[in-house]
């Protein structure tokens, strides 16, 4: 891959901070191809975790800094744009989730790890959309709470015999996604099957042939017979799939999947950043400290 002038000079930044650049599966073409690594939410704070460098510089959103902030005290966590936000993390609160568990005693919260370090820190247990099924069905109790995603919750409530309450939240992309939409897309490209993530409504997920999360997305194409596929999740992801998988198609079935706080980050931005040191993503010691039981436990959640 041949980089740009500016893509060098950030390359140049990194190398002078002792940095690592992560960049999400949504991320804009020019930031994905500058960093050491892309990948989904946890997989790269995994990958925090394990850096040895000192800095790093996440592009993402907000509450996927934090989640490297938690599980790597000891370096300095930058976001480019501190303003990136999501708005389904935005959906629940601290004070209003310790609420409704006072309304639900013995019922253990799963946490989705898009929410923010203080509702992890309220919360036993975190998941993300690859291994929801997997944490619900590993707790002994009959019922849960998951939050903040309501799709996430009802896809989850498929796949497990115990009773999923669930939050009235979601991703505002995923959740606009209709069953007409891809139902025009399937009858224009008939032989592709509907890739979703499961944070699409039931209704839509329902027409899916294949339901995975962003990384899911990505080995399960790399495996597939089919030359063409539809893609239920936000657009981002088909610049990743189309370079991995040149000899394949990629369609969204909506112009509107697209994460404004996802497409925040410029190359600009992330210079500045490397160059000012900020802003730093920080998380207070004490949620810190409640936030990683959460995501260590669900760590430790063994792989089927
Ligand atoms: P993944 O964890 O599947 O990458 O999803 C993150 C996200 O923001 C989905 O909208
Ligand atoms: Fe949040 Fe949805 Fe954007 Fe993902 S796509 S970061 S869930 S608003």
């Known amino acids: 891959m041949v980089l740009s002038a500016r893509q060098r000079e950030v390359r140049e930044w990194l190398a002078e901070r002792q940095a690592i650049l992560l960049a999400h599966n949504y991320q804009p073409g020019e930031i994905q191809d500058v960093a050491d690594l892309t990948g989904d ?12 460098a000192r800095v790093i510089v996440f592009c993402g959103v907000h509450f996927m800094a934090e ?14 744009r501190i303003d990136a936000g999501c708005y389904m993390a935005d ?6 989730l310790r609420a409704r568990k006072a309304e639900l005693p013995e019922t253990p919260v799963v946490m989705y790890v898009n929410s923010s370090a203080a509702v992890k820190a309220e919360s036993d247990i975190c998941c993300t959309s690859a291994n929801a099924v997997r944490v619900v069905n590993s707790l002994s109790q009959d019922q849960v709470l998951m939050a903040p995603d309501r799709n996430l919750a009802l896809y989850t409530q498929r796949y497990t015999s115990k009773k999923v309450f669930y939050w009235e939240g979601c991703c505002n992309i995923h959740d606009a996604l209709s069953r007409e939409e891809v139902l025009a897309c399937k009858a224009v490209h008939p032989g592709a099957p509907f890739i979703a993530h499961p944070e699409c409504r039931p209704e839509v997920l329902d027409l899916a042939e294949v339901i995975r999360s962003t990384s899911g997305m990505l080995s399960y194409v790399k495996q597939a017979p089919q030359s063409e596929f539809i893609i239920g999740t936000e657009k981002g992801i088909i610049y990743t799939l189309a370079q991995e998988n040149p000899d394949k198609r990629f369609y969204s079935p909506s112009d509107r999947m697209l994460c404004p706080d996802m497409k925040k980050i410029s190359l600009a931005d992330v210079l500045t950043a490397l160059r000012d040191m900020a802003p730093v993503v ?8 409640r936030a990683l039981q959460a995501v260590n436990r669900m760590l430790a959640v063994p792989r089927d």
């Not at 939410?41 to 850096?51: D, F, I, K, N, W």
């Not at 989640?67 to 480019?80: G, S, W």
Request: glycine share 2%; proline share 10%; with cysteine.
């Open 67 to 80: 989640t490297a902030a938690i599980l790597c005290p000891d370096k300095t966590v930058l976001l480019p």
């Open 41 to 52: 939410s946890l997989g790269l704070s995994q990958a925090a975790a394990r850096t040895e």
């Open 91 to 96: 959906t629940i609160t601290a004070p209003a």
């Open 282 to 289: 920080t998380v207070p010691e004490d949620i810190r400290v």
